[in-house]
Nanobody
Framework: VQLQASGGGLVQAGGSLRLSCAASGGTFSRYAMGWFRQAPGKDREFVSAFKGGNRYSATSVRGRFTISRDNAKNTVYLQMNSLKPEDTAVYYC???????????????????WGQGTQVTVSS
């Protein structure tokens, strides 16, 4: 499956952005979808995932970010509200057809990745 992320940009602290990730080449509804981010000099970290109708989010974004998906459009979204400067990173979408719950936050559990989209939050 091929993934194409979009929607990043520059926003002031407290603002909002919505990221999109369009999938092609597979049966989208069968895939667990995740969002990760990577800031300069840091490891890639889990942000949120949508698996089997359930949503999971990292503690750092819970209550501010919401993952959703539209299977008819083969697209997963990440609505980001109340953005903070520490949210600045390249955001990646990822997909897995065999994800298990215990591996959900591990980047290595997702074999398919989009190209990333830059999110910059100014203070």
């Amino acid at each position: 499956v091929q993934l194409q992320a979009s929607g990043g940009g520059l926003v002031q602290a407290g603002g909002s952005l919505r990221l999109s990730c369009a999938a092609s080449g597979g049966t989208f509804s069968r895939y667990a979808m995740g969002w990760f981010r990577q800031a300069p000099g840091k490891d890639r970290e889990f942000v949120s995932a949508f698996k089997g109708g359930n949503r999971y989010s990292a503690t750092s974004v819970r209550g501010r970010f919401t993952i959703s998906r539209d299977n008819a459009k083969n697209t997963v979204y990440l609505q980001m509200n109340s953005l903070k400067p520490e949210d600045t990173a390249v955001y990646y979408c990822a997909a897995s057809g065999t994800l298990i719950d215990s591996s959900m936050t591990r980047a290595g559990a997702y074999p398919y990745w989009g190209q990333g989209t830059q999110v910059t939050v100014s203070s």
